[in-house]
């Protein structure tokens, strides 16, 4: 089944970035690993380098040996994505993206902040490389989506990606709601056979 979480940050990369090429779930062979998305838009030398995180009931936490374990993890990984960057897109700007829609705060212990991790990261990866990762979460996320929703209301032609399909069904959909009236068509029961019988 196909991830709807990376294909959002794709069609991000896509049809916002303008990117030219997007893929998904790259293996990088000179580092071991898996990169979520990546997206180059040629014309303007640009690289998008993406971590996409799609937990929802729990935010943006990883465990090991049922202790926290985002921070590490994620410095791994970027570490990892970051030595791609470099030697993959020599001579091109490469922004490395963090993005999950649901980050929380911890009302317990400050180990299981996940704000606190991803602090701890940023600064991790920013000592080691001098490289400042850019995070799509919560607000800026659903920031994003928006975009996303502005760009499909304004496309006539039909969307392929299936995110944007759907952003784009329901864009024309509230569109003519908003200026259509029911013009007296009944609503309710069987179309074919009129309005359901009143009960005495």
Known sequence: MENLGERLVG??????KQCDFVDFNVYTKAVQGEIDVIGVNLTAKAAYVCEVVTHLTTGLQ???NARPDTAERLTKKFLKDIEYGKAAFKGYAVTYMLWSPVVRHSKGKPE???????????ADIKNKTGIDIEFFINHRYISALNQLRTFA???????KSPVMRLLQIEAW?????????????VL??????GPPAAHP
Request: glycine residues 6%.
């Open 11 to 16: 069609d991000y990369l896509r049809y916002i």
């Open 62 to 64: 990883y465990v090991k």
């Open 112 to 122: 299981y902040d996940q704000f606190g991790h991803l602090r701890q990261m940023r």
């Open 153 to 159: 209301r304004s496309e006539t032609k039909e969307l």
């Open 173 to 185: 959909a509230t569109k003519n709601a908003e200026k259509a009236s029911n013009k007296g068509v």
């Open 188 to 193: 309710t029961g069987d179309p074919l056979r």
